[in-house]
């Protein structure tokens, strides 16, 4: 049967391979993944039997998370088990803390379950966990730590020591407590904080203190001493103090002992006692003056103020500094001094004196009113008196006397509506109100008053203009006055658009000193547009495009051409331009003369030259230009008329005969001109005599 077995299973294989024969694997389609065949001629050609290696890409890796694939290509044509995916590889964030680092030797990809160690900068101290590992979640667990800045170690100090000496760091906020040895005393603040000045670096709160012996000496003050006694005086030891009877404390009634082996504040002393100033009476004054300090048994006097009294059955008043250093109490001996009744005559006083007096006090204020048909003399019907300090009254009291009556009003150019009376009496009125082309100047109402005048004074009525003239498309100002008074103005104005021809502001006036008009006709509205201007060889200083009522323009003209006329031109109510254009005329030379010298090729009889225009001239015979050098020995002289109206400069044509060179030479030599310049003059000489003599034979 084994044999049978083994037949049958050769048989088997054998069928499979024919039946395999000629089947073939598509190529694997991983995406972000390759695949890797042992033969490279194998590749994208795949028979049954064929295994291929699929790796993801870097960055990607297996979705199932193994680390390597391998598929089979079997007898029906498909791999042996589903094509992996390939999926981005999951890392964490760097891990990054401030003032620290984190210490990992490989590429910076974080992977799960990668550990990696942090360390934090000198002078900061790491709070969590130093070592941390990436999880699936790209998280990193434990969370990540924090460099904490902490202080230095706190000061040490001579013979003392501090709290917490087995700490290792000192974070922010931490306190340190010094101590001394036994008998020495802790000079300064006993406690340092770590704190920060600039908000970012760590420093101690302040100096250490000093351990050391402070032993102050015993305090002692004349007339005084402590209130309880002490016998050692060590640092910080405090002493209260109090002075004999009879005496003051100056100073603080408490010392304490400094590191200085001193009192804070110093030691105070005992003063003999004494009252304070002398207290104040209402409505007296001190008589008796009193010094510095007033012991006990001092006696001041006071008496009563300009304008008081005494009490009636009232002493003057005294006070006495008692043993206590206060003083003795004192009662009010002052009252006012008092005016009697003033009881006016067909009047009354306003206000009538105080309930159950007949008197008034010292600064009281009276009214004297007249009863009607009386008043004051002065033309007051009510005057006020004053209670003086001497108890009389201000001034001699008003006397109530008949009234006067005012006089008939009349107003000129007006009539009186309210009823005319004959005889115009206190407390009478009178209403007025003008004639048409009037204007009330005043109060339309007055009274008569007990002084036989009228208040406010009897109004005037005031001629005023007629509306101002209107105008067509435009307006003026104040068109809602229903009066113009002599003076008003009115302001015209246009519709946009529309230029205002005329004055634009009309003025209430007089011609004849009485009656009132407008100062004037009303402007005209209307549209002013005038013709742009243009000059021949000229044109206008800036450019302009629109030329309405009023506008100015200022004209120049090209080079070569001057202005005849204004050269400033205003559009007028007329749309024509004021003054007239100007015009641009061209720049003429006159002829030019020289002195023994003459126009060559000009024969026309010309007088003027226009610009640019050139003329040439020769001297005379027997002359030559003056000049030196090629000037002097040049044939002739081209001058060319500028733009200003003046030619180039003109020559001169001096007399070439050799007397008066012999002369210039002898002058020469006598100035002292030097040897070598006077030789180059000879020789210039030399040669233009030569040229003189070739000019003459030719």
Known sequence: STA?????????????????????????????????????YKENNYEYG??????????????????????ECTASGAWDSQEPECVPELHCPEPVINHGKANYKSREVYTPRTQVTL???????????????????????????????????????????????????????????????????????????????DGENLTWSGPAPECKVVRCPKPVIAHGGMSQPWHTFPYGV??????????????????ECGGDSAWHPPL??????????????????????????????????????????????????????????????VENFCQKIRCRNPNITNGVQIPKPRPGEDTYEYGDTVSIECNPGYGIRGGNIRALTRCRYDGSWDAALHVCEPEIHC????VNHGRQTSPRQAVYAFEDTAEFQCDPGYVLKGTRRIQCWSDGMWRPPVPYCDRVCGPPPKITSGKYSDFRMQHYPYGSKVTYSCAEGLSLIGESSLYCTSIDGENLTWSGPAPECKVVRCPKPVIAHGGMSQPWHTFPYGVAVQFSCDEGYVLHGSNRSECGGDSAWHPPLPTCQPVLCPKPQVKNGKLVGTGDGKLWYRTNATLTFECLQGHHFSGDGDIALADSWTVTCLGD??????????????????????????????????????EIQKLFLEIQKLKVEL
């Open 50 to 71: 064929d295994r291929v290696r699929i790796t993801c890409n870097d960055g990607y890796t297996f979705k199932d998370h193994v680390s390597e694939v391998v598929l």
């Open 407 to 410: 006089p008939s009003p009349t």
């Open 645 to 682: 109206g003046t030619w180039t400069q003109l020559p001169k044509c001096n007399d070439a005969g050799i007397c008066e060179e012999v002369d210039d030479i002898k002058t020469a030599f006598e100035c002292g001109v030097p040897v070598a310049e006077l030789k180059m003059l000879l």
């Open 119 to 197: 360390t934090c900068d000198s002078g900061y101290v790491l709070l969590g966990q130093a070592s941390i590992e990436c999880q699936a979640d790209r998280s990193w667990a434990p969370h990540l730590p924090l460099c904490e800045k902490v202080c230095d170690p706190p000061p040490k100090i001579n013979h003392g020591q501090h709290s917490d000496l087995r700490m290792q760091h000192f974070f922010y906020g931490s306190k340190v407590t010094y101590s001394c040895a036994e008998g020495l005393s802790l000079i300064g603040e006993s406690s340092l904080y770590c704190t920060s000045i």
């Open 268 to 329: 105070p002393t005992c003063q003999p006692g004494t009252c304070k100033d002398p207290p104040k009476i209402p409505n007296a004054f001190q008589k008796s003056s009193v010094g510095m300090l007033i012991p006990a048994g001092t006696t001041v006097e006071y008496d009563c103020l300009r304008g008081y009294e005494l009490i009636p059955g009232m002493a003057s008043g005294r006070v006495v500094c008692l043993e206590n250093f206060t003083w003795s109490p």
């Open 238 to 255: 405090a002493v209260q103090f109090s002075c004999d009877e009879g005496y003051v404390l100056h100073g603080s009634n408490r010392s």
């Open 4 to 40: 049978r077995e083994k037949t049958h299973g050769i048989l088997n294989t054998a069928a499979n391979i024919c039946y395999s024969s000629g089947v073939r694997c598509p190529s694997p389609d991983v995406k972000y993944g390759k695949h890797m065949h042992v033969w490279s």
